[in-house]
C-alpha cells in the first residue's frame, strides 16, 4: 500500500485552496462591481454580458468569450485537463493539449489568484444556444428540433463546465448571476438563479463551496443598503451556504474581505458546531422565537 496516493494531514494543509462561490442578486444590485474590491494584478475578469462600462476604471486583465465553445475552452486552459476523460470527451487531456497549442503556455495565468466570472446567467444562454444545435436537440422521429433534448444537454453541459472549474483547486473561482424571485401557490417568496432550465440552478449550490446573496436591506428608518446574505439558515429565505465556517448571516458587501475571512484560521471545528437548539424554541413543530442560523458560528 506503499504506492497508493494517499494525501496525509500535513500535506493536505500545506496546499494552496482555492474559495468557489457564486454571488446572486437582483440586476442592477452592484454585482459586477464587486470585481473593484479585487487586487487588479492577480485577478482575471471573465466579462460575459460585456457589462464593464460598470467597472471601467478596474485596471486588471480580461476576457471575453462569446461562444460556448470558447467558455468551456477557457475553462480548461485555466484548470487543467481531467485524468479521467477519454480523448474525445471536453476538458480531457486532448482537449487540454489543443488549447495550449492555441492560447500559448498555460504559466501565463499563474499570476492570477482569483477568476471572476460575470455572468452564469449568460454562460446558461450561450450554452443552450449551443445546445439547440446539436443532435441530441433533434427529433429522430419527426426531425424537428426538441427543446427536451436540448435543455437535458444543457444541463450536462453546465454542469460538467461548472465542475471543471470547481477543481481548480489553486486558485479562487466566483461566478456572479442573477436571482430570480417567483411566489409558490401559497404566496411564499422563492428565490432560485436564473439559468437556463433547471438542472443547473437546484444543482450550482452541491458544487461550488460558498453561496452567497448580495441583497439590499434596509435601517430601522428605512434607508437602503446593500449586504451580503452568507449563511443557509437565514430569516430572509435568501439562497446561501457557507462551507467555511467563518461567515456570519450578514457580511459586508466587500468580496475582497470576505475571502479573506473565508481563509482566515477558524476555530476547532467542535467549537463551531452546535447541537442544542435555541432557547426559547417550542417543541412538537412550534416555531422557532430564537435566532436559529446564529447557532453555525
Known sequence: MSGFPIVNADERLAERRGTKGVILGKSGIGKTTLLMTLAAETTLFMDLEAG???VEEWSGDTLRPRTWDQCRDFAVFIGGPNPALRSEQCYSQAHYDAVCE??????ALDKYQTIFIDSITVAGRLCFQ????QPQAISEKTGKPDNRGAYGLQGQEMIGWLTHLQHTRNKNVWFVGILDEKTDDFNRRLFMPQIEGSKTGLELPGIVDQVVTMAEM???DGRPYRSFICQT???FA????????RLGIIEEPHLGRLMEKIQSPAKP????????PPQNTTTGGGTATGNVATTQN
Not at 130 to 133: E, T
Not at 238 to 245: E, H, N, V
Not at 269 to 276: D, G, P, Q, T, Y
Request: net charge positive; glycine share 8%.
Open 233 to 235: 439558515l437565514n430569516p
Open 130 to 133: 449551443w445546445c439547440k444545435g
Open 52 to 54: 464593464d462600462l460598470a
Open 238 to 245: 435568501y439562497p446561501a451556504k457557507d462551507r467555511s465556517g
Open 102 to 107: 492555441r492560447f500559448g503556455d498555460p504559466a
Open 269 to 276: 471545528i467542535m467549537e463551531r458546531l452546535v447541537f442544542s
Open 218 to 220: 434596509r435601517t430601522e
